[in-house]
């Protein structure tokens, strides 16, 4: 099956590698690949994100988005993943794990982003696990609006 979920993030603080948000794949048994990321800012201040694998959930973000039946693009059933969808602030970060898959540097003005599209099958996410944009350095991550595409 193929599906989206997108959300609006808040600013984070100004602390390296804050996480802005966070695809988490809760599945014990299922994992998740995704086919594509698009990212856009909604505020005109220079912006920093970079996206890297998570090997632990955190806790408490501000908003967590919960794909449905209408999540799914033919509209036949709920992730069977009930992979979420996680946006900043978070009271405890998520675990970053490994090497940034991307890094940028988004000019002040409101849209600039990036549409990411993977290669092949997509990035695959393992149960458990997640896939975050999170600032690599102590400046504030602005706010922006994020869609993950994915397949299971």
Known sequence: MQWSIGGRSLATAATANHVGAQ???PSTTEGIWVTAISLFQTAAV???PSIKRS??????????????????????????????????TFGT???????????????????SGFMLPFAGRGLYIPS????????????????????FFIEE
């Open 23 to 25: 695809l988490w794949n």
């Open 46 to 48: 220079v912006s920093n």
């Open 55 to 88: 090997s632990a959930r955190g806790a408490t973000p501000t908003a967590t988005v919960t794909p449905d039946i209408n999540s799914d693009w033919s509209r036949n059933v709920s992730p069977p993943s009930a992979a979420v969808l996680e946006l900043a």
């Open 93 to 111: 970060q998520p675990t970053l794990a490994g090497v940034p898959l991307l890094s940028s540097n988004l000019p002040a003005a409101i849209a």
């Open 128 to 147: 458990a696990q997640g896939l975050c944009v999170y600032t690599p350095v102590a400046v504030i991550l602005q706010p922006f609006d994020i869609t």
